[in-house]
């Protein structure tokens, strides 16, 4: 594979100011030569730019001395980067072009015509993983910082890139695997029954190792909220004000709004960023029984979202009269790893009801009805349409997040064969424990603790299989 030289656009598609195709590979200067009007980029200094013209070099005609037409593709800037000080370790060029499709397409076609060939998806952050460059966390970081959406995956995959994890785990393993030679040692002196490894140093690091194994894989819960924004499923009775909410926490009428129950009838999913973090809304159908069919459908896809959410916030119109209803949904969907916020919507018409002497239904009725037959949730009273309260509800949202944070580590696992891979260690390091506790035999205890050091080796890539980096690399986007 790296023997060829690969060409990509590593600009989006589309029509943009500027746009820049890479190339990476031994023939780079070579090829780039033959297509650039310009200074000779094989004696040019590395991370030097240069202005020129993009050109195709084609016969005229097909007769016995073809005459060479030069047509000018367009007006660029090439960079130049000498290996081994570039982001693939090889000889690399970027041409900055004007941002066409149609140009960016007649510069790939140039390029590929005088040897170059179409990148693979994740081929370039594959050569600099293959090449020593990085390991397969900080490629996996990249795709990372390239998806992420919010100021806090951001920063958590920054740190990723500057080997975050890796550091973490190398110095455990580097410890890990010092104990593993010396019983190895001890399998070759077997007949002699000495013992290179002193058995307690190595249950004190393997209790180290297990705690910090252990801390990583608890901030999973943290790093994948971050990186995939929780869910938070907007559930009640008809016109309870669910759409109403949505748009006010949006600021935009992205939901219908109207007296008529039963408006929405699919689920409607919209992001909210709040303090760097997001928040995925869903927008559900009412919950009530119905038989028209339609509605049906949306009301058991409501109940499906409450199944995959991590926040269920449940709406109770301030107004209500019976809440019996509420009260058995809410038995039937809060769980122990859901936080339930209740908020009473509508507020500004009981308010307005009380100044006039109503006598209907309090608002304290309701609470002390909700405490009296449910537990462990969080009430707001809030009108969506006064804008009253949703500052609280948004610090609710906030605060989760925060309460998912379970030390003061700078690393933060986001990854799911990350936290499978740590998953897998734990387990070894646990076995290995028992083997050392038990005095098992050397030859035992060697393979487990080789075991161990594989699946620590398999978050750096020390260890992996071609399986395994296709289906990583294959999800990065084509020229990076």
Do not use: W
Not at 195 to 213: C, G, H, P, V, W
Request: proline content about 1%; charged content about 30%.
């Amino acid at each position: 594979m790296n023997n060829d030289t690969i060409c990509a656009l590593a600009t989006a598609n589309g029509i943009g100011a500027l746009g820049i195709i890479r190339i990476s590979g031994e023939k780079s200067f070579e090829i780039v030569n033959k297509v650039f009007d310009g200074k000779n980029l094989e004696k040019a200094d590395s991370h030097t730019v240069h202005y020129g013209f993009i050109v195709d070099k084609s016969p005229k005609s097909e007769v016995r001395s073809p005459k060479i037409e030069t047509e000018i593709i367009d007006e660029v800037m090439i960079s130049v980067f000498h290996a081994p000080k570039t982001f693939t370790t090889e000889n690399s060029v970027e041409i900055s072009f004007h941002g066409s499709p149609h140009i960016a397409k007649r510069i790939l076609e140039v390029l590929i015509k005088n040897g170059a060939r179409m990148a693979k998806a994740g081929e370039f952050t594959m050569r600099a993983f293959m090449n020593g460059r990085i390991d397969l966390s900080q490629a996996e970081s990249i795709a990372d910082l390239i998806a992420s959406e919010n100021e806090a995956s951001r920063k958590v995959a920054l740190n990723q890139l500057k080997g975050g994890i890796t550091h973490e785990i190398s110095e455990l393993r580097g410890d890990l695997l010092n104990f593993t030679s010396l019983v190895e040692l001890e399998l070759d002196f077997a007949e002699e029954d000495v013992e290179f490894a002193d058995r307690t140093a190595l249950n004190m690091l393997l209790d180290r190792i297990e705690e910090k194994l252990k801390s990583l894989i608890d901030s999973f819960q943290y790093g994948n909220a971050i990186k995939n924004g929780v869910a938070v499923a907007i559930i009640g009775k008809p016109n309870a004000g669910k759409s109403t909410l949505l748009n006010a926490l949006l600021k935009e009428e992205r939901a219908i709004v109207s007296d008529i129950a039963g408006t929405t009838r699919d689920t409607i999913e919209e992001v909210l960023h709040i303090k760097g973090n997001a928040f995925r809304l869903i927008d559900t159908a009412g919950l009530r029984e119905t038989t028209d069919e339609i509605e049906k459908i949306g009301v058991e896809k409501a109940k499906e979202k409450v199944e995959n959410a991590q926040i269920l916030v449940y709406l109770i119109d301030s107004n209500s009269e019976d809440i019996s209803e509420d009260i058995l949904m809410l038995k039937e969907l809060m769980r122990d790893d859901l936080k339930t916020i209740i908020c009473l919507t509508k507020s500004e018409t009981v308010i307005a009801s009380r100044d006039e002497g109503a006598t209907k239904q309090s608002v304290d009725r309701i609470i002390e009805n909700l405490k009296s037959q449910i537990s462990n949730f969080k009430l707001i009273s809030l009108s969506a349409k006064e804008n009253f309260n949703l500052d609280l509800l948004k610090n609710e949202l906030s605060h989760f997040v925060e309460t998912l944070k379970t030390d003061e580590s700078n690393v933060i696992i986001t990854n799911q064969r990350h936290y499978e891979a740590l998953q897998k260690s734990l387990e070894s390091v646990k076995r290995v424990k028992e083997a050392t506790t038990q005095s098992f035999h050397t030859e035992l205890l060697a393979y487990e603790l080789r075991y161990a050091l594989e699946h620590l080796g398999e978050i750096s890539g020390e260890f992996t299989n071609d399986e395994v980096l296709g289906n990583i690399f294959s999800k990065f986007c084509i020229g990076k």
